[in-house]
């Protein structure tokens, strides 16, 4: 009985000092779902997949374009899924009201920040403008040393191949550097399962402070 009880004691205070933490993962994707069904199914295959990998979804908090089909896979799975939307876009009537937590921001910088410091890493889908601005900006704090978790592309029908190439060329013509480059790493068949989720949950709080502090003194 003395060992067992010292076993529970012991399961007790491990879990007392790690525990686990859902890995949230922030994907950037279109407004739109564009014109080849494929892209719509990369969308639904990814928000299953973070579902059935105990992952949670934090995303712009729209109903519309890969953005509500990848919302609506993961909570069609019983997943969690959080939204930061701003407010001008909530008038608008996109915001999707059926997510797990909807978060309404100022504005599209506040939206990016917030995403940004609520995630572990970043996948991004197809887009249009918007998206390609989320993508350069976090790749940019990376380089600004602001963060360092993962960035991957779903490189659904070869979408991205020619931002890749344009990184390709920045980093011939001297204006990237290769370890920059390589930050931007790409995938034809979708993400890949993290091992090792437990993550100290004040490990996460004072890396998310880092980052906040550091995107404000890199906007102002």
């Known amino acids: ?82 939204g930061v939307i701003p407010a001008s876009m909530v008038d608008r009537e996109l915001a999707h009201r059926g997510v797990t937590d909807l978060r309404i921001v100022g504005g599209m910088h506040e939206r990016k920040a917030l995403m940004a410091s609520l995630a572990d890493a970043f996948l991004v889908l197809p887009g249009g403008m918007g998206t390609l601005d989320e993508l350069c900006e976090i790749l940019t704090w990376a380089q600004l040393g602001l963060h360092a978790k993962p960035v991957g592309l779903l490189d659904v029908r070869h979408y991205w191949r020619g931002f890749l190439s344009f990184l390709d060329t920045a980093v011939t ?34 890396r998310n402070q880092r980052l906040q502090s550091g995107v404000r003194r890199h906007a102002g």
Do not use: K
């Open 1 to 82: 009985m003395q060992a067992r009880s010292g076993e529970a004691s012991v399961r007790a205070a491990e879990n007392e000092r790690y525990t686990p933490v859902v890995p949230r993962i922030a994907v950037f994707c279109g407004s739109r779902a564009g014109n080849d069904p494929a892209y719509a199914e990369a969308a639904a295959t990814l928000g299953r997949a973070l579902a059935g990998r105990g992952c949670e979804l934090v995303y712009g908090g729209a109903h519309v374009g890969l953005m509500g089909i990848a919302a609506d896979a993961v909570l069609a799975r019983g997943g969690r899924v959080t």
């Open 173 to 206: 013509e001297g204006f990237l550097r290769s370890g920059d480059r390589a930050r931007c790493g790409h995938s034809h068949r979708g993400a890949r399962r993290r091992r090792g989720s437990r993550v100290r949950r004040h490990d996460r709080s004072r």
